[in-house]
Structure formats: structure tokens, C-alpha cells
């Protein structure tokens, strides 16, 4: 059973388009994380959700919008995709286990290429 | 800063020892993790350490930490074809993780 699902995988679109991405995990965590990784293979962190509520917002612009409609579920809304957009996306999620440690597992990742 | 940093790419040959290096920021991370990233695919935990530990071993993997530093490593003994991939050090932050720029094992036969 998939643990972190992303769909779609690959998405290629053109600019000023507005896109989602959708995030599933049925690991019954209650956090949940999108991540950007760039051509050079740099991995940002972009959101973290917990218990559907935002907890980090990493200076990404306001066209990204996150939606978690339940804590199994962390969507990506994108407006106005430009050229700097394209990268591999990837949703995360984790439960704390045990004070301080938690370890994220990752979903196979989208690439969103912008055109 | 936040800044984690690794070496950008390393090449053994099959049988080896590997070691990769990371300098992390931040000294009140209570745990320092190494991820995997095999091609086209997200990212697996390899192991992790407790801050107050100098050393732990895992099978074929293991992760040095120098606190004072901020130095972590990853050595792989008896490196494989199959360990070829892309390793990500990782500091733990208030709900996120800070990785560092990654590091590309190549393996050669």
C-alpha cells in the first residue's frame, strides 16, 4: 500500500496557468509538508501543515496556496505558474513518536514543468 | 543562515568505503538525520542520530557527529552499485526539516 501518494506525477503546462497538486497519506499522521526541490537538486521546505492547521509558511509567494481539507490530505493550488515554477514537488508527512524525533516519509514527487 | 552543507558530488569504486560530509547550522537540533534519494523517486530515511551521541552504527552504515563542529558524516562500507543515489543530511526544526544541498554517490563497477 502507498504510503504518500502525489498526483499527478509529471505536469506540464504553460505560463499563467493555475494548477493543483493533490497529496494523500494514509499513515494516519497528523502533520504534513510540501517540499520544492530545483534542478540542482536543492530541497526547500515550502508548507507545513499540522492537524490541518498552517504552521510554516516559507516566504513562498501568495500564488501558492495550500488546502488541507482533512489531516490525511494536503493539496497545492498554484496561480499564475511562471518559468521559475517548474521544479519536483513533494508532499511529506510525519507523526511525532517520541519527544523531539519524527521521521518524514515522502511521496514519489511531481514534476511540474512550466512551459 | 540556515545553511546545511555537503559536498556536491562523490565517486567510489564498487567495494569501497564511502563518506560523505555535511556542516549543519543549527546546535539545539536534538536530532541529525541522512535520507536517500534514488533516481525519480522521493526520499527514504538511511539512519538518523541523537544529538548526544558521538557515533552509531548501523549494518553497513555509519554516522559520525562532532557537535562542537557541527560536522556530521555518513560512511558506507563495502559500498554497492546499488547504494548509487543522492544523500540528503537533514537538521530537525520546528516542524520542518532543513536539508542540506545533497550529495551525489556515484558508484563505479
Known amino acids: 500500500d502507498t504510503a504518500v501518494s502525489q498526483t499527478p506525477k509529471y505536469l506540464v503546462t504553460q505560463m499563467g496557468n493555475d494548477k493543483s497538486i493533490k497529496c494523500e497519506q494514509n499513515?494516519?499522521?497528523?502533520?504534513m509538508y510540501w517540499y520544492k526541490q530545483d534542478s540542482k537538486k536543492f530541497l526547500k521546505i515550502m508548507f507545513s501543515y499540522n492537524n490541518k492547521e498552517l504552521i510554516i509558511n516559507e516566504t513562498v509567494p501568495n500564488r501558492f496556496s495550500p488546502k488541507s481539507p482533512d489531516k490525511a490530505h494536503l493539496n497545492l493550488h498554484i496561480n499564475s505558474l511562471e518559468l521559475g515554477d517548474s521544479a519536483v514537488y513533494f508532499c511529506a508527512s510525519s507523526q511525532e513518536r517520541q519527544a523531539s524525533f519524527y521521521e518524514q516519509y515522502f511521496g514519489p514527487g511531481t514534476r511540474l514543468t512550466v512551459t | 543562515g540556515e545553511d546545511v552543507e555537503q559536498s556536491l558530488f562523490l565517486s567510489v569504486r564498487e567495494g569501497d568505503s564511502s563518506v560523505i560530509n555535511c556542516t549543519y547550522t543549527d546546535s539545539s537540533s536534538t536530532y541529525l538525520y541522512w535520507y536517500k534519494q534514488e533516481p525519480g523517486a522521493g526520499l527514504q530515511l538511511l539512519t538518523y542520530?541523537?544529538?548526544?551521541?558521538d557515533m552509531k552504527q548501523d549494518q553497513r552504515l555509519t554516522v559520525l557527529l562532532n557537535k562542537k563542529d557541527k560536522h556530521l558524516s555518513l560512511r558506507i562500507a563495502d559500498t554497492q552499485t546499488g547504494d548509487s543515489a543522492i544523500y540528503f543530511c537533514a537538521e530537525q526544526g520546528t516542524y520542518k526539516y532543513i536539508f542540506g544541498t545533497g550529495t551525489r554517490l556515484k558508484v563505479l563497477a
Open positions: 542520530i541523537f544529538s548526544n551521541m
Open positions: 499513515l494516519g499522521h497528523d502533520t
